[in-house]
């Protein structure tokens, strides 16, 4: 059927080859022909006069396709409702989260001034829209090693940095504590200072 908003109606207005009726209006020729080429000219439909029921009929047609598109107004309720149900979870999870940081001794500081002072760069930091949601990435680089924070706020997304390297500094310590105890070979770094020291 015409598009009223990108077309214009035909002066002539629409003719049906079946039963040679012409329709000026675009919802008459809708009712008659039908939304798309697949359905059946009313004519070939009903008996006798009854608009009426070709009217409910298409109402019908169109209310069935928008079910099997999934877009009714029931579908677009339920979308709705999961979107704010799943946002809301996400909302929830991210503050317990920053509480467990706050619990932890992290600090709720949105600058990395006290990451740059332990070697790390700040080599991304982007902020975002996700479903027109604010949200922020950080990517933090020392050497060979990288670390990222992504949340709602920069300061969540520096805390998320902050305990990966936490973590890495606990694991070095450990290989360390490990290596000194078993006698192993040095480390690469061990190696490459004791060769300058020479």
């Known amino acids: 059927m015409v598009d009223e908003d990108h077309y214009a109606a035909p002066a002539h207005g629409w003719t049906c080859f079946h039963c040679g009726e012409t329709f000026l209006s675009p919802g008459a020729a809708r ?53 704010d149900h799943a946002q809301a979870l996400i909302t929830e999870e991210e503050k317990g989260y920053a509480r467990g940081l706050r619990d932890a001794g992290y600090q709720a500081e949105a600058s990395p001034e006290d990451l740059r002072a ?27 090693r990288c670390v990222k924070g992504e949340a709602r706020s920069d300061a969540v997304a520096l805390n998320l940095c902050r305990a ?32 300058s020291e020479a």
Request: charged share 35%.
């Open 31 to 83: 009712d008659h022909f039908g939304a798309d080429q697949l359905q059946d000219p009313a004519c070939r439909i009903k008996a006798g006069e009854e608009q009426g029921l070709v009217r409910a009929l298409r109402r019908a047609e169109n209310e069935l396709e928008r079910y099997r598109c999934e877009d009714s107004d029931a579908d677009r309720a339920m979308a709705a409702l999961r979107s």
């Open 118 to 144: 332990r070697g790390w760069t700040v080599a991304v930091h982007n902020d975002y829209r996700l479903d027109g949601v604010p949200h922020t990435f950080w990517l933090l680089t020392s050497g060979t």
């Open 164 to 195: 990966a390297i936490d973590k890495i500094d606990a694991d070095d310590c450990l290989k360390a504590a490990e290596l000194k105890q078993s006698n192993c070979p040095p480390t690469l770094e061990e190696a490459l200072k004791a060769r």
